[in-house]
C-alpha cells in the first residue's frame, strides 16, 4: 500500500534504520560506506542512536501512539508491542555501551531492530491507513510535522 503523507517521513526513517540493521547484523555482507568492523559498528550505532532514533522513537511515542489510540483495538495492542520494543531497543544501547561482546549485542539490536520496523510498516502503518479517514490522517500530517 502506498504511503499516506502523513507517515511518509516516518517511513524515510526506517529505510535508514534498516540498513542500519542489516550492517550490525551477524555475518552480515560489507556494505559500501558502512562500517565493517565491530568496533566501527559500535560507533556507529551509538551515534545513529544519539542523533537519529531516539528522535525517531520520541516522535512516535509523543505524537504518534497518543493521536492513534483507543480507535481500534488492533491498533492498540500494535501501540503496546510499539513501547515495548522501543523499551527493548533502548536497553539494548545501554548493553552495547557496556558489554564486552560487541558481536552479541549487535546482532540482537540488528534483529529486533528490524523486527520492529517491519512490523509498524507492514502492521501498524497499513492498518492506520485503512482503519482511519482522510480528514483524521492530514489531522494526523499536522501533529507530525
Ligand atoms: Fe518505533
Ligand atoms: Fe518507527
Do not use: W
Request: overall charge negative; some cysteine.
Amino acid at each position: 500500500m502506498k504511503r499516506h503523507p502523513s507517515l511518509i517521513q516516518l517511513s524515510k526513517e526506517h529505510h535508514d534504520g534498516l540498513i542500519l540493521a542489516q550492517v550490525i547484523k551477524k555475518n552480515a555482507p560489507v556494505y559500501i560506506g558502512m562500517p565493517s568492523n565491530l568496533d566501527a559498528k559500535k560507533e556507529y550505532t551509538l551515534n545513529f542512536y544519539k542523533t537519529e532514533l531516539k528522535k525517531h522513537f520520541d516522535i512516535e511515542e509523543r505524537f504518534l501512539i497518543p493521536a492513534i489510540k483507543d480507535y481500534n483495538s488492533e491498533i492498540d495492542l500494535l501501540c503496546d508491542q510499539v513501547l515495548t520494543e522501543h523499551n527493548d531497543l533502548h536497553l539494548l544501547i545501554e548493553k552495547l555501551k557496556t558489554e564486552d561482546d560487541h558481536e552479541e549485542v549487535l546482532n540482537q539490536l540488528g534483529l529486533l531492530l528490524e523486527k520492529h520496523i517491519r512490523m509498524e510498516e507492514r502492521e501498524l502503518f497499513e492498518k492506520i491507513q485503512n482503519h482511519f479517514d482522510e480528514e483524521f490522517l492530514s489531522k494526523l500530517e499536522n501533529k507530525l510535522r
